[in-house]
């Protein structure tokens, strides 16, 4: 195994549900990078970068 993959854990541990920045539903995170859900993506608004963020 190389020392790239030996401390990384398999996809599925790796889910965590997390609440979107934009819609506020709840999703499966791909980690602390991932805070926008799927459906959000797609969306024009997400996109064209016109939204605003509040925390």
Do not use: D, W
């Not at 854990?9 to 539903?25: H, I, Y």
């Not at 709840?26 to 969306?43: D, L, T, V």
């Amino acid at each position: 195994m190389s020392k790239s993959n030996q401390f990384k854990k398999p996809a599925a541990e790796q889910l965590k549900p997390r609440k979107c920045l934009m819609c506020g539903e709840e999703f499966s995170s791909e980690g602390p990078h991932n805070r926008i859900c799927r459906k959000c993506k797609s969306s024009q608004v997400y996109r064209e970068g016109e939204t605003r963020y509040s925390v």
